[in-house]
T-cell receptor, first 112, second 114 residues
Framework: EADIYQTPRYLVIGTGKKITLECSQT?????MYWYQQDPGMELHLIHY???????EKGDLSSESTVSRIRTEHFPLTLESARPSHTSQYLC???????????FGPGTRLTVL | GENVEQHPSTLSVQEGDSAVIKCTYS??????FPWYKQELGKRPQLIID?????GEKKDQRIAVTLNKTAKHFSLHITETQPEDSAVYFC?????????????FGKGTSLLVTP
């Protein structure tokens, strides 16, 4: 089934750890996005990608990095997690000039 | 860059009443305005959208209106039901230099009481 998948769904880690949040989509979309959202609150764009080998930073300053080596895969990495990174991270994708963005289920990250 | 303001932040209505959520945007070049519904613990899902060449769009109990001159757009939900309770986000699409990313409002928490 065409969808956006995020793993893990929940993650609790200690300060200073390196983590990678995975996002894959089977929708054939070329554009992908990462948003940070505290539960029920505003969505902040932190990274986006036009396509393979294209990545850009969004509006919200983030210490994370992303890569786009394959069209369907857009992982987000935190080199050294801190309690301020505790939040929900939502991956999204869209196709071409079409506008609808589809969201993944999110990863809820807690940094102790 | 684009700035989207959304009001109210919380809205409580009785079942069967109408609910209206309003958003304003700053970038006159914005041309796509979606509305997303996010239920507790779930991902945001598109419920309706409108493009700048249209003034109004309706889908059953949900309608969106757009006033390009005033740079504001509104979501209208009629005959509200308890399952309409959720957080609603408006958004405006940035220009193509930003990867067609969406700029979201801060959300409206809608509660429909039986």
């Amino acid at each position: 089934e065409a969808d956006i998948y995020q793993t893990p769904r929940y993650l609790v880690i200690g300060t200073g750890k390196k983590i990678t949040l995975e996002c894959s989509q089977t929708m054939g979309h070329d554009k992908m996005y990462w948003y940070q959202q505290d539960p029920g609150m505003e969505l902040h764009l932190i990274h986006y990608s036009y396509g393979v080998n294209s990545t850009e930073k969004g509006d919200l300053s983030s210490e994370s990095t992303v890569s786009r080596i394959r069209t369907e895969h857009f992982p987000l990495t935190l080199e050294s997690a801190r309690p301020s990174h505790t939040s929900q991270y939502l991956c999204a994708s869209s196709f071409g000039f079409a506008n609808e963005q589809f969201f993944g289920p999110g990863t809820r990250l807690t940094v102790l | 860059g684009e700035n989207v303001e959304q009001h109210p932040s919380t809205l409580s209505v009785q079942e069967g009443d109408s609910a209206v959520i309003k958003c304003t945007y700053s970038d006159s070049a914005s041309n796509y305005f979606p509305w997303y519904k996010q239920e507790l613990g779930k991902r945001p899902q598109l419920i309706i959208d409108i493009r700048s060449n249209v003034g109004e769009k309706k889908d059953q109990r949900i309608a969106v209106t757009l006033n390009k001159t005033a740079k504001h757009f509104s979501l209208h939900i009629t005959e509200t039901q308890p399952e309409d309770s959720a957080v609603y986000f408006c958004a405006a699409r940035k220009n193509s230099n930003s990867g067609y990313a969406l700029n979201f409002g801060k959300g409206t928490s809608l509660l429909v009481t039986p």
